[in-house]
């Protein structure tokens, strides 16, 4: 499974963009790239995916490196409620849906 | 979204005896469902792969007899800890999603905190 490497933690100020990033240097050309968020004592929640072209949602944005090394997810005004674990996955075209999660970025979020 | 369920939200059981999870897809057929395990502070763990009448695929290290899964329709998959010990102690999540959606996304359910005395 190809691995994907993310900051353990970060912080942002209420209402300011937070960006996020993922490294992903091993990413095969198959490769998907998926973002999940857990808050605190419940389960993962679907952000946004993407495979090579930039991709917005009402959630947020993701933003691919041309080379699909790297990516940034782009929360456009954090809020308190986006307070938690962000998780960025590598989903393999064949391996029928399967995640692997890594260790995920941890997002507080100051008043 | 979808919606998935999972029943109980919480168990406290003896140690040494077996506990029933359940997990339900509301409002779509599910022709696969995923098992995780969190410890605190840690990540999710994929424990195994569920498809609806087959038996589940284990991830290396998951032990079979331990973790039985059934996955009876395509809208409930089970995972019943039998001989539970304190180490089970965990939150189990489990996950499902549609073929129809092309696994572009993995529905999660709330979650079940199992404690085990």
């Known amino acids: 499974d190809a691995k994907t490497t993310q900051p353990n933690s970060m912080e942002s100020n209420e209402e300011e963009p937070v960006h996020l990033p993922c490294n992903h240097s091993t990413i095969s050309g198959t490769d998907y790239i998926h973002w999940y968020r857990q808050l605190p004592s419940q389960g993962p929640e679907y952000v946004i995916h993407g495979l090579t072209s930039n991709v917005n949602n009402r959630m947020a944005s993701l933003a691919i490196a041309e080379d699909r090394k790297s990516s940034t997810l782009i929360l456009h005004r954090a809020t308190l409620r986006d307070a938690a674990v962000y998780y960025c996955?590598?989903?393999?075209?064949?391996?029928?849906?399967?995640?692997?999660f890594g260790q995920g970025t941890e997002l507080s979020v100051k008043p | 979204g979808a919606v998935v369920s999972q029943h109980p939200s919480w168990v406290i059981c003896k140690s040494g005896t077996s506990v029933k999870i359940e997990c339900r897809s509301l409002?779509?057929?599910?022709?696969?469902m995923f098992w995780y395990r969190q410890f605190p502070k840690q990540s999710l763990m994929l424990m195994a792969t569920?498809?609806?009448?087959?038996?589940?695929?284990?991830e290396q290290g998951v032990e079979k007899d331990k973790f039985l899964i059934n996955h009876a329709s395509l809208t409930l998959s089970t995972l019943t800890v039998t001989s539970a010990h304190p180490e089970d102690s965990s939150f189990y999540i489990c996950?499902?999603?549609?073929?129809?959606?092309?696994?572009?996304?993995?529905?999660f359910g709330p979650g079940t905190r199992l404690t085990v005395l």
């Open positions: 569920s498809n609806e009448g087959s038996k589940a695929t284990y």
């Open positions: 409002d779509f057929q599910a022709t696969t």
């Open positions: 996955i590598l989903r393999g075209y064949n391996q029928g849906g399967k995640l692997i």
């Open positions: 996950s499902a999603i549609s073929e129809l959606a092309n696994y572009n996304e993995q529905f």
